[in-house]
Structures are given as C-alpha cells and as structure tokens.
C-alpha cells in the first residue's frame, strides 16, 4: 500500500542534511586550482550532478560551506570557485569574472575527476547546473546565456538575489536551455546600501524561459545564506547591506532545501519512487516546498511553467 507524503514531510526532509557524508576536498598550493576553492562532494561511491556555485562581491567560497555543504548531502557534487581575492575587487571585472567562471565548469566536466574520491565521479548527462548569490549569480547567468561550444550544457541556472552590477551593457540574452529559478528579498530592492535596483531580479527573470520560478523571501536578507563564522572582510560586506531580523541558521536550511527540491525536480533524482503526492494532485518538489514553508519568510512566489 502507497504511504501518502505531505508536504511537511518533504520540507523537513529537504531542510535536513541529506543522507551522504560530504567531503571537502583539498587543493594543492601549486596545483591548477586555487587553494580557496571550495568542492564539497559525496563520501559514498556514485554518480552525481554538478552544481557551480559563484560567489559575491567580496566574499569568499567558503563563506557559503554551510549552504553548500547541505545540498551536497542530498546527492550533488558542489564547485564555488574563489573567483578573485575579495582585497581586489576593484581591479576586476565582469568578463574576467565570467571567463574564470565559465573556466571552472570546463574543469568540472574535463577535468575534476583526478580531484574525486575513488568511485565518485560526476553525472554529466544532463550538464551542469550554474548558479550564484549577488554579483556572482549575474555573472553565473552571463556564462549560462553566452555560451561556446566547448562548455558542457547548462543543466538549469539559480540565481539567489541575482545582481546586474556593472552588467548594464550587455545584449539581451535569453536562457534557453534547462530551468531556471531566482529568488531576491523585496525590502532589499528599496534599499541603496543593499546596491540592489528594483527591477533586477524581476528582468533576470523575465529574460528566462519556461520552466522558471521567481520566489521572494522578503523577512530574509540578502546575506543570509552565508556561515555564522566570517572573517572581517566577509563581515564588512556583509554589514554594507541591510540586515534581517531572521537568523541565518533559520535560512540556510530553508534556502538549502528549496535549492535541493528545484534541483531533483530538474534532473528526476528524486528518492521517491512516485512525485509527492498531496490529496489527488501531483506536485512538483518545488511546489510542496513552498506550500509548506514558514509564513514569517513572507513569500511571494510566480512561476513560467512549460507545456509538456
């Protein structure tokens, strides 16, 4: 007999660590990849998807081990490759931004497998999926929309609080392949210290094409999904934007699982023989989530869905 799974049990399981033991893998001083490069992947033997993962302006990699960590232990091996030391911000810029990045998931697809635990390798059979907070989730989406032939295909793209910075004078480019789901905080867009324009998060998403979601948390800010534990510079960028009165422990998790539940919906990884279920009408990972996620994150959510 089918036991029914509501959607409190997907929220709590999806916001729990899953069930791999994650490991950080170390990179040598004088190797191919920087030392501060972050790659989480699964202790046990198998086959995973991969995320790329880009971070914020002046902030480090492992800024975000905590969020990262929790959707490696659902079954993905995650790169967030340090895409510049946070003292030089000033001296880069987006195309070098998105050519060190667009770099990195080459690696990922040729080469990462020599860093890789003995039986661990990556799924690449539906490509890469390229996401990133602030800054680095604008730049994650230029590498997912200007793309050679050379990269591997873009699984999905995510873009958390997704910012145009320094990106004004690029053509138009719509995502055309994958899925691809943003998510921004209202209250940071009418906020000068959060460098957020009203309309970005709302034109990344526009630009995309169906499948997509649109999700905003507005009680949750925009540097929320980082660790407890920073160092001073990750604190100083931390304290130019606005802060909520959410603690970052209550995000993480909830960020995390949403994370988890777009990326089994995109792939069909789904520990579950049969989609979640709720009443007689069955529901995407995504939407069982959010049925079920706190009322105090104040959610608005909208959503391009393709016609199968």
Known sequence: MHQSVTADDNIE???SCGKYT???VPFAPNGDRNIADLLLV???AGSYPAVIFNHGTSLMATDYKDLLSHVASH???VMAPQIYNPLAVVTTSVKTEQAKALATQVWVAQNI???LP???SVDSSQGVFVAGHSRGGGVAYLTATERPHTAPAVAGYIGVDPVDTKLCARETAHLQRGQAWFTGRASDRRSLRA???AQTIAEFYSESTAPSWHVVADAAGHMDLLDDQLGWISRTAMNVCKQSKLQRSQVRPWLGGLIVAFLQDTVQRSSFSDPFVTGTSKQSHVETFLNSSPSDLA???ERKQAAY
């Open 42 to 44: 699964p202790q046990d």
């Open 195 to 197: 460098h957020l324009k």
């Open 113 to 115: 497998s020599s860093c």
């Open 118 to 120: 003995a039986g661990v």
């Open 22 to 24: 994650v490991l950080r």
């Open 13 to 15: 399981r999806l916001s």
């Open 75 to 77: 079954g993905y091996i």
């Open 299 to 301: 959610l608005f959510v």
